[in-house]
């Protein structure tokens, strides 16, 4: 086996898979390295969506859009920590990014119509600047789709995957109320069960896990080898320069040699114990975390590169993407963890803490939810909060991992995820809740509620807030009383989608030291390298976009500093050198 390149990228999430590609495609000889056995990171697991403002698909469908929108909607939500070269390189390079993917691979888009998270701040969107990897059917993998990392459990039914836009799962909310709904879904599920027999895997994919697949199989297209079961260990030098990786795996420990450097794409360090005490407040109080992220997201990239001299900054006051999740079940030992997507938008549906009372609104994004539950569980014995409905809610959205109607809930009920109570004093009873703070709390709710208000905290407010929620029910899509028991609740706790906190690098992914010198031959793309976004998260995608971005921006400049070198002239700026 080969193992002298240009270039080796490790990870093979978006990120990396995007700096490969590109790498490839302006001609230099390209491994990506992978630790466990499937490709696809945590861009495998995910909705699979990109914030990408100006691009083609955006354009149409807001005209109105603008360079200086963008820009004053991004120092709005960046705030102190607003980078001004790092956000023009993003603004300028991700609708070309997006271009050249679509034209040479096969990457492939469709927009949505997801609103900014923030739509009413300053320059903020209802509609254009987010897009989704396009369903792919992994059969055209080939050999591979078995290395493909399977969809998260938790967010699928029976394997089946649904696309993170509303399009897709508003048929199985309405399926009992809709012949056309009802039409799609018997379809949809007569698909995928015959998917299971060929196959035992679905093969028509959606979300995270199409664009985890379209990007694998351009590379693989182009013969850029992703090698499993691979982990990196550590990286070699000469001299201050790095020149590769040792890397473990089957066949034994091995060196693999990088001519013109190593791009780090491990996902960031969600799964990093000793980090995350350092940076999440909730692990600081000592209280539970539960991260769906993937386990092999232990930080690595940070590591090696602080081994050779980076510097990993804990300075975002908010150092991950937040995501109030719920612990499943599955019995054997197995349990899963299920991000708390969809239900919080559901008209009948409310968020309480421990002493019954509301504290944000619950149709606001995962991220602000979370970052709301940090600051109100301050000094409490634990960071949780319950999801709380009644009987009609349940049988219409269902709760967190607990289907809708028809769907049986009684296993749930026995297990106790769950809870379960005749009126609110038993359900509260039954949780560990307030009883007399959640009988006052649904009471005063239930007042504005049955005018479509909530005068509290303004849930359905904005475009945003609505976009999740269910139109039928009016004047407000996102709130209806809780009036018809039995009542139902689900307990969360704190998890997150990535982290933001990251490496200290150049506009271009130079690895850099604390003194703002480079590391050289050493980069980083992705979750590993700090959020251009600052700890923000003010849309659909904001992950996946800029990280495609920038890995395609470092990919350009590492092309471009080793043509200069070839030509003999003096290296360029990175960030002219990305142009």
């Known amino acids: 086996m080969r193992t002298e390149y240009d270039?080796?990228?490790?990870?093979?999430?978006?990120?990396?898979?995007?700096?490969?590609?590109?790498?490839?495609?302006?001609?230099?000889?390209?491994?990506?390295?992978?630790?466990?056995?499937?490709?696809?990171?945590?861009?495998?697991?995910?909705?699979?969506?990109?914030?990408i403002p100006l691009t083609h698909h955006g354009r149409k469908q807001d005209p109105t859009d603008s360079l200086d929108k963008v820009r004053e909607f991004l120092r709005a939500e960046t705030g102190a920590f607003h980078d001004e070269a790092a956000v023009e390189a993003f603004i300028a390079h991700g609708p070309e990014m997006v271009d050249f993917f679509e034209r040479e691979t096969q990457m492939q888009f469709v927009p949505t119509l997801y609103p900014d998270y923030h739509p009413t701040a300053p320059g903020g969107a209802d509609v254009g600047r987010s897009i989704l990897a396009a369903p792919y059917d992994i059969r055209g993998l080939g050999a591979d789709m078995a290395r493909l990392k399977p969809p998260l459990k938790t967010i699928t039914f029976i394997g089946m995957m649904f696309n993170s836009s509303n399009a897709d799962l508003k048929h199985f909310f309405r399926a009992t109320k809709s012949p056309a709904s009802a039409w799609y879904v018997a379809r949809r599920l007569a698909s995928h069960m015959k998917e299971l027999a060929l196959h035992r895997r679905a093969v028509q994919v959606t979300s995270g896990n199409a664009l985890a697949a379209r990007l694998a199989r351009s590379a693989l297209d182009l013969s850029i080898p992703i090698l499993t079961d691979t982990p990196v260990r550590s990286l070699q030098r000469e001299g201050e320069r790095v020149s590769g990786v040792v890397a473990g795996g089957a066949q034994g420990e091995r060196t693999f040699t990088a001519r013109l450097g190593v791009v780090l794409a491990c996902g960031g360090f969600p799964q990093d114990k000793a980090r995350i005490a350092q940076a999440y407040p909730h692990v600081q109080r000592g209280h539970e975390h539960l991260s769906p992220t993937p386990a092999g997201n232990t930080g690595d990239g940070c590591t090696m590169a602080e081994s050779a001299g980076g510097v990993v900054d804990i300075r975002f006051p908010e150092p991950a993407a937040w995501m109030p999740v719920s612990r499943v079940d599955f019995g054997k030992g197995e349990v899963g963890v299920f991000p708390h997507l969809l239900d919080r938008y559901k008209p009948g549906v409310i968020g309480v803490l421990a002493d019954g009372r509301r504290f944000t609104n619950e149709s606001n994004s995962y991220h602000d939810v979370g970052a709301a539950l940090h600051r109100a569980c301050a000094g409490r014995a634990e960071t949780a909060m319950w999801l709380v409905c009644d009987k009609t809610a349940l049988a219409r959205y269902g709760l967190g991992y607990v289907k809708p109607a028809p769907m049986p809930i009684g296993r749930f009920v026995r297990n106790g995820y769950l809870l379960q109570g005749r009126t609110l004093a038993e359900l509260a009873q039954r949780a560990g809740i307030d009883a007399a703070g959640l009988e006052q709390t649904v009471r005063e709710y239930n007042v504005g509620a049955q005018r479509g208000e909530d005068p509290a905290f303004g849930r359905g407010t904005t475009s945003f807030n609505r976009y999740l929620a269910d139109p039928a029910q009016q004047p407000n899509p996102c709130v209806a009383p809780l009036a018809q028991g039995p009542f139902y609740a689900v307990k969360l706790v704190m998890g997150e989608l990535g982290t933001f906190d990251g490496l200290r690098t150049s506009v271009a992914g130079e690895v850099l030291r604390r003194d703002g010198s480079r590391v050289e031959g050493l980069y980083a793309v992705g979750n590993d390298r700090a959020s251009v976004m600052g700890g923000n998260y003010p849309g659909a995608g904001i992950t996946h976009g800029p990280n495609m971005t920038f890995g395609y921006l470092t990919a350009l400049h590492i092309a471009g500093q080793a043509a200069a070198r070839s030509a003999g002239a003096e290296e360029q700026p990175a960030v002219e050198a990305s142009a």
Do not use: H, M, N
């Open 7 to 51: 270039l080796i990228v490790v990870g093979s999430g978006a990120a990396g898979l995007a700096c490969a590609i590109t790498a490839k495609k302006r001609g230099l000889d390209v491994a990506v390295l992978e630790k466990e056995p499937v490709f696809g990171g945590t861009t495998a697991l995910s909705g699979g969506v990109l914030w």
